[in-house]
C-alpha cells in the first residue's frame, strides 16, 4: 500500500496549513514531555553529583541517612574499626551543615552548605582541591563553587581579579581562598568546602567527634562487595555501608518517593502525552470524517478493514515521526537556559529522545488505545451502503 500510492502522505500534505497545526501540536506536546524529563532528570542527576566526586569506593553513613542534604551523624571514633579491615587502604571523614551566608554588598542572606573535610585525605575530589589544599589549612578560608547562584555575591569575579572576598559565615568572618566546580543541589543555593578544623570554628556547638560520611578507599586487589558486606556485619545496626553507586541511587529514590517532586513531574509527563493523543486523535477523526464516503467506495470496492484503517494508522505514525525533530531542537535549547538559569545539569540525552519518540508512536497509533486507533471506531463501524443510502 505503502510502495504503490501513498494515501496517507497525500491526505495529510494535500492541506499544508492543517498539517502545519497539527504537527505544531504534537510538536508542543513533545516538549512539555521533554521539559517535564529534563526537569526531573536534571534534578536527580544534579543530587548525585556530589556523591560522585567521593575520593573512595565505600560510603558508611547512620541508618537514620535520608539524603545528603539534611544528613544524620556519628561518631568519627567508628572509622577506626573500619581501617582495621583487610583490603581497606584508608578512610575519609566528611561533615555536613547549613549556613547563613551573608552576602557584604545587599546584605541580604542564602543558605549555604558547608563540607568538612580533612585536607590530608580530603573525602571530595573535585579536579581544584588537590591543588588548593593548603588554602583549605588557612585559618577560616573556605573554597567557593562556581556554580553557586549569584546572590552570593561577585565572588568569582572578585578572585579572578585577584582580590580577597571576605563575608560572614554564623556570624563569623570567613574568606574565600579559592574555587571549585562541583554543581547545585536541592540542599543550597552554595556550595563550600573546608578543613574540619575550620569547621568546627563554624559549628562550635557541634560536637567534634561527630562526622555525618565517611568515605572509604579500598587496596587495588580488594573486593569491594566483600569488604561492604563483612564491614556491614561489623559495624552492627546503626551505621550501614554502601557503595557509591548504591548512595547515588538512594539519594534519587528519596527525591522520588519521600518528596512531591517525583508526583509532580510524572504528572507533567502524563499531561503531556495526554495533549499530544487528543491533539492526533482530533486531526485523524476530522480526517475521517471529511473522507468518509472515499472509504465507504473503497470497501465497497472490497477492500477490507485493516487497510482502511492502516492508512489512519499510517497518518498518525508520519505525524510522530515529522514532530519529533522540530521538538527536539526546541527542547534541546530549553535545556540550555534551564542550565545557565538553575545551574541544574539538564542535557539531552539519546535514551530520553527514543523514550519520547516511542511513547509518542505507541500514544499515537497503539492499537487498542491509540489515538490512530481511536479515530478509526468509525470506519471499523462503516458500512457503504448506508453512506451511498444517505
Not at 232 to 247: A, D, H, K, M
Not at 280 to 301: P, R
Not at 317 to 326: Q, V
Request: one cysteine or more; a neutral charge; glycine letters at 10%.
Amino acid at each position: 500500500m505503502i510502495k504503490r500510492t501513498p494515501i496517507a502522505w497525500l491526505q495529510l500534505s494535500h492541506r499544508p496549513l492543517r498539517l502545519a497545526a497539527a504537527l505544531a501540536g504534537v510538536g508542543f506536546a513533545n516538549v512539555l514531555v521533554f521539559f517535564q524529563l529534563g526537569l526531573s532528570g536534571g534534578l536527580y542527576d544534579s543530587q548525585k553529583r556530589p556523591i560522585q566526586q567521593f575520593n573512595g569506593t565505600l560510603a558508611v553513613i547512620p541508618r537514620r541517612y535520608t539524603n545528603f542534604g539534611e544528613p544524620a551523624g556519628f561518631p568519627r571514633s567508628r572509622l577506626t574499626q573500619v581501617l582495621g579491615f583487610q583490603g581497606v587502604r584508608g578512610v575519609s571523614p566528611l561533615q555536613l551543615g547549613k549556613l547563613q551566608w551573608l552576602n557584604p554588598e545587599t546584605q541580604a542572606s542564602t543558605q549555604a552548605l558547608v563540607m568538612g573535610v580533612d585536607p590530608g585525605n580530603p573525602a571530595l575530589m573535585p579536579s581544584e582541591i588537590g591543588a588548593q589544599r593548603s588554602s583549605l589549612q588557612l585559618q577560616g578560608g573556605v573554597l567557593f563553587d562556581k556554580a553557586s547562584k549569584d546572590s552570593a555575591g561577585p565572588v568569582k569575579t572578585r578572585l579572578k581579579q585577584g582580590q580577597p572576598f571576605t563575608t560572614e559565615l554564623n556570624g563569623q568572618r570567613t574568606s574565600v581562598s579559592g574555587l571549585f566546580q562541583l554543581g547545585l543541589t536541592f540542599a543550597a543555593d552554595i556550595n563550600l568546602i573546608t578543613s574540619t578544623s575550620n569547621f568546627q570554628s563554624l559549628f562550635p556547638d557541634r560536637d567534634p567527634d561527630e562526622i555525618q560520611i565517611g568515605v572509604v578507599q579500598l587496596q587495588s586487589d580488594a573486593d569491594s562487595s566483600d569488604v561492604q558486606s563483612r564491614l556491614n556485619e561489623v559495624l552492627g545496626p546503626s551505621l550501614q555501608v554502601l557503595s557509591i553507586e548504591e548512595l547515588q541511587q538512594r539519594e534519587v529514590e528519596h527525591w522520588k518517593r519521600n518528596t512531591s517532586f517525583g508526583l509532580i513531574f510524572g504528572l507533567g509527563v502524563l499531561v503531556g502525552f495526554s495533549v499530544g493523543g487528543i491533539v492526533v486523535y482530533q486531526i485523524l477523526y476530522s480526517e475521517v470524517g471529511e473522507h468518509i464516503s472515499e472509504y465507504a467506495t473503497m470497501k465497497a470496492m472490497g477492500y477490507d478493514d485493516r487497510f482502511v484503517v492502516l492508512i489512519i494508522i499510517q497518518e498518525s505514525i508520519i505525524l510522530a515521526s515529522l514532530a519529533i525533530l522540530p521538538s527536539l531542537i526546541v527542547s534541546a535549547l530549553l535545556y540550555r537556559v534551564l542550565m545557565q538559569a538553575t545551574g541544574l545539569l539538564v542535557v539531552m540525552s539519546f535514551s530520553r529522545a527514543a523514550l519520547v519518540f516511542t511513547m509518542t508512536l505507541l500514544l499515537c497509533s497503539g492499537s487498542g488505545s491509540g489515538s490512530g486507533w481511536l479515530a478509526t471506531a468509525k470506519l471499523r463501524r462503516l458500512d457503504p451502503a448506508d453512506v451511498f443510502r444517505a
